[in-house]
């Protein structure tokens, strides 16, 4: 999957939240959306909050692309229970969201690097693809080498960022999950329609 190397700032203003939870808050000295007239809105069609909700929920889990989210809805969509709580967990599962959610990687793009470049163990064994699906039991770690670097030990230092009940951190640079993440227990850092957005991804898919 390709990384995303675009205007992070911007997306951040066009939501009016720090969405990737960048120290450096991008709205402190520009808190409009951007654009001319950034803080005015036309009224949005279906389609249009359809596709905003989407859009958001691409941004928080790192800018994943629009063929993955297709992906990813029609597999949870031949599962038995709500689609769009199914759909959801999925995403929640991935390894990249686990490491940021596990606090190595002070940002969804900083645990993304973590992963493609090999410094990430699952049950003891590197792993370097970032969409690959993290299961209950399964251990979490930072590999030895990698525990020096300075972004990585910022990171694990600054708890701000609450832990999901699911996961346990076992040492600093270790955590589990215990078990899968349930809907309701899946926090997002501004509030997202899923039901809206498997709405657009059934119409593109």
Known sequence: MARYTGPKNRIARKFGVNIFGRL??????????????????????????????KQKLRAVYGML???????????????????????LERLECRLDNIVYRLRFGSTIFAAQQLVSHGHILVDGKKVDRRSFIVKPGMIISVREKSQKMKAVQMSVENTSQDLPEYLTLTDK?????????????????????????????????
Request: charged content about 25%; overall charge positive; aromatic content about 8%.
């Open 24 to 53: 450096r808050n991008p709205l402190l000295h520009k808190p409009n959306p951007p654009g001319m007239h950034g803080a005015k809105r036309k009224k949005k069609s279906d389609y249009g909050l359809q596709l905003e909700e």
């Open 173 to 205: 640079f270790a955590g589990t999950m215990e078990a899968a993440p349930e809907y309701d227990q899946i926090i997002l850092p501004l509030p997202i329609n899923i039901p809206l957005v498997c709405e657009f991804l059934a119409h593109t898919a």
């Open 65 to 87: 692309t629009q063929k993955y989210l297709i992906r990813t809805y029609k597999d949870a969509g031949r599962r038995p229970g709500n689609t769009s709580h199914l759909f």
